[in-house]
């Protein structure tokens, strides 16, 4: 096996185990919090994972039609889809995810880290708008985090990371320059993809900026 195949396959291998734990939250959700707004501004628990289910129900054909009614819009797409998805039962939207953990999918420019990053954070829209307390194994989020804070992904996301650093409080991690902006490292990285948090989450003199705004 070469190393770019031993990497591929060890990617694949958190991916799976990374889906199969979100799904082990979600078939424990009472009714109620599929209701729950997520951090993904706009989207329930149930549009999140409507959205994240999208790759395994939706054929080639069934994607370029649904793309093209948008005219090329992804993002103007996703959204449609994943409102008019969300009626679905959610132990469908379950199984999607549980039945189809080991499935390869790869975002378009993305490659398996870039499904990585979709999936940990996608269920981190979930489970920290919850207070489940589910914490991302060590392992997959530093991934993440390295994945997250290239320039090009940085820029896709557009959070202000201006004259901040960010200090994870539970990992030997940091990034950036500036005032402290100190956290559990799965919730910066949430910060560094365009997340809000509610208040109180982080802590700094700048952590204000990446609050939410009170419902």
């Known amino acids: 096996m070469s190393r770019t195949?031993?990497?591929?396959?060890?990617?694949?291998e958190l991916i799976t185990a990374e889906r199969r734990d979100i799904a082990q939250v979600l078939e424990s959700l009472?009714?109620?919090s599929w209701e729950t707004p997520s951090l993904c501004a706009g989207w329930r628990v149930r549009e999140v994972v409507a959205h994240?289910?999208?790759?395994?129900?939706?054929?080639?054909?069934?994607?370029?039609?649904?793309?093209?009614?948008?005219?090329?819009?992804?993002?103007?797409?996703?959204d449609r889809c994943a409102r008019r998805d969300a009626a679905m039962a959610a132990d469908a939207l379950v199984g999607a995810l549980r039945d189809n953990a080991a499935r390869p999918w790869k975002p378009p420019g993305g490659g398996l880290a870039g499904a990585l990053v979709h999936d940990v954070?996608?269920?981190?829209?979930?489970?920290?708008?919850?207070?489940?307390?589910?914490?991302?194994?060590?392992?997959?989020?530093?991934?993440v985090l390295d994945a997250i804070t290239r320039p090009r992904t940085l820029r896709y996301f557009g959070a202000d990371l201006s004259q901040v650093e960010f200090r994870?409080?539970?990992?030997?991690?940091?990034?950036g320059s500036g005032e402290p902006v100190c956290g559990p490292a799965q919730e910066l990285a949430l910060i560094l993809c365009g997340r809000?948090?509610?208040?109180?989450?982080?802590?700094?003199?700048?952590?204000?900026r990446y609050a939410s705004a009170p419902p």
């Open 5 to 12: 195949s031993a990497k591929d396959a060890d990617l694949q």
């Open 30 to 32: 009472p009714a109620e």
């Open 52 to 78: 994240m289910t999208m790759p395994f129900r939706y054929s080639t054909l069934r994607f370029a039609a649904e793309i093209a009614r948008d005219r090329g819009n992804f993002s103007r797409m996703a």
């Open 121 to 143: 954070i996608h269920g981190l829209d979930m489970t920290a708008a919850l207070g489940s307390g589910r914490q991302v194994p060590e392992d997959r989020l530093r991934l």
């Open 168 to 175: 994870a409080d539970d990992i030997d991690w940091s990034f």
């Open 196 to 208: 809000k948090l509610p208040a109180g989450r982080l802590r700094g003199a700048l952590s204000g």
